[in-house]
């Protein structure tokens, strides 16, 4: 039952996340308005929601990440982990990637449709395709799986620092301390990082937890107790609280750290609010966030400019589109699924690393 639980709670974050992610990138105003637009109310709304709230998404993404890799890990489970992690997220970020490549290679030399994507002929030649294919040029929304995919690979020393305490401490403080001064001298952002670090050792420290509550639950039960796995309303209101002056802390004094720190709280905030609220039916969709994830940037950017064509200048348009966005974004999904599980089942899985 706790496992189910826990399960279900994973799938509703991260389709909460999913869906904070598309209108993050919905932004419509400057495109719909032109100039000055960060000023009208359109804007403004959409900057409260994709500058600010729909920023925790991603930070949310790793922490997630993070508890799924750690919570039954032992350094003797690498090779297995390591290897489910290349069919969940390198098979799936290398065929998006060419797949996205192929599609700006032809859009861009398509009369009317160069002009939607924004981008001269892409230019075909090995340089061009590599770059593409590892490094995401034209699938830009997939730094986070190029992330993630570090992250995955140093696992293992991951793993060792969370061992003890002081070296963790130490790890933690070191990351802070880089993200405080900008500096990021590796590929590996120290944000990313940092907010994966986090979650694993929370994830490693609730799993001791639980296993001390396995070995006492026949007391427990004796006694006529319940052990407890669900976050309380104090903690759930306390990190919204503790996310809301972070934030304010970064708006007075600019600096990256407390901003890192907000999106943290701000993501093991919605958590705690979904395992306090224990939802326990969802439909099925919501299984489908990779797939949402992988789709929705160039379905949002096409639809977008588009329809800009036709409504330019209308406030109340950009701002209908902006909130009805997730909703279109959900149907497309949906219709992509719907083909792939009926004309290429095996392939569908591919992009999605066997999560449908």
Known sequence: MEDRNFRNNITWTVFIFTILVVLAHALNAELFLGPG???TFAGQVESFFSAGIC????????????????RSFDIGMTAEKLTRRVHTLVIPYLLWNILYYLGYLIASRTPGLSAVVGERAVPLDAGTFLRAVFLYRYNYVFWFLFQLILLSALSPLLWFLLQNTVVFAAA?????????????????????????LTA?????????????????????????????????????????????VFYAVWHFTGNDLPL??????????VWTAVSAA???????????TFLIYAVHFAFVRLVTKSLNLILHGSSAAALLLYFLMPVLVL?????IHLIGTQLTP??????????E
């Not at 301390?177 to 590796?186: E, F, M, N, S, V």
């Not at 149907?331 to 219709?335: Q, V």
């Open 172 to 196: 933690e403080a070191a990351l802070l301390l880089i993200i405080a001064k900008r500096w990021d001298p590796t590929p590996l952002n120290s944000d990313a990082c940092f907010y994966y």
């Open 278 to 288: 224990a939802p326990y039916a969802h439909p099925r969709i919501m299984e489908s």
């Open 55 to 70: 920023q925790i998404a991603v930070p949310g993404f790793f922490m997630i990440s993070a508890i799924l890799f750690f």
């Open 331 to 335: 149907l497309f999904a949906s219709l």
């Open 260 to 269: 890192v720190l907000c999106r943290l709280s701000g993501a093991a905030f």
């Open 346 to 355: 095996g392939f569908l899985a591919l992009l999605t690393g066997n999560r």
């Open 37 to 39: 637009a960060e000023r």
């Open 200 to 244: 694993a050792w929370f994830s490693l420290k609730l799993r001791q937890t639980r296993e001390r509550e396995a070995m006492r639950a026949g007391v427990f039960y004796r006694k006529g107790l319940r052990t407890r796995h669900s976050a309380s309303a104090g903690q759930t209101l306390g990190l919204l609280l503790l996310s809301v």
